[in-house]
T-cell receptor, first 113, second 111 residues
């Protein structure tokens, strides 16, 4: 009964380094999302995938890329990390759109020095 | 101006008190209104879901939506220490893939 699994849970990067955040869901959901959460800002959508094979930009996509590898997996890549990308990142999934229940992973705490 | 405004608190109440949380919004197209609860170092989980205007009750929780005032509320009756968490309002419109979140209100229920 895993739901949405994110890895890693914690990561420290130096400015300019790259990394990929992994996300997988086992609920056969069509839609997947990447959000970032910053103090006082709430959750902001980075990218989403409405269905397997499609991805679209959200509110704050600059500096990120995504891949919907298959129906289960949706990864987020930082090509050249910047201190402004220090945040907590959440992956989520839903059966269809965001007007349905979103299931969130437990988050990745990322620090960029 | 943010699309969704939510007082971040923090809010501290004694056990058994009624907790009142609210959000205001500016987009009149919003039709789906949700409250998510987030425990420390965890992902948010859906607590209440309301479509359009009206009230919804689930146990100790009541969600209210007033579309004419662009205002939504969450009430927690007989609050318990286990209700201590951050509560995030969220809303969206039909065919929109962006769920707009409030900043979250941190609630502490003192035993």
């Amino acid at each position: 009964n895993a739901g949405v699994t994110q890895t890693p849970k914690f990561q420290v990067l130096k400015t300019g380094q790259s990394m990929t955040l992994q996300c997988a869901q086992d609920m056969n959901h069509n839609s997947m999302y990447w959000y970032r959460q910053d103090p006082g800002m709430g959750l902001r959508l980075i990218y989403y995938s409405a269905s397997e094979g499609t991805t679209d930009k959200g509110e704050v996509p600059n500096g990120y890329n995504v891949s919907r590898l298959n129906k289960r997996e949706f990864s987020l890549r930082l090509e050249s990390a910047a201190p402004s990308q220090t945040s907590v990142y959440f992956c989520a999934s839903s059966e269809a759109g965001p007007n349905e229940k979103l299931f969130f992973g437990s988050g990745t705490q990322l620090s960029v020095l | 101006q943010k699309e969704v405004e939510q007082d971040p608190g923090p809010l501290s109440v004694p056990e058994g008190a009624i907790v009142s949380l609210n959000c205001t919004y500016s987009n009149s197209a919003f039709q789906y209104f949700m409250w998510y609860r987030q425990y420390s170092r965890k992902g948010p989980e859906l607590l209440m879901y309301t479509y359009s205007s009206g009230n919804k009750e689930d146990g100790r929780f009541t969600a209210q939506v007033d579309k004419s005032s662009k205002y939504i509320s969450l009430f927690i009756r007989d609050s318990q220490p286990s209700d201590s968490a951050t509560y995030l309002c969220a809303m969206t419109s039909t065919n929109d893939y962006k769920l707009s979140f409030g900043a979250g209100t941190t609630v502490t229920v003192r035993a």
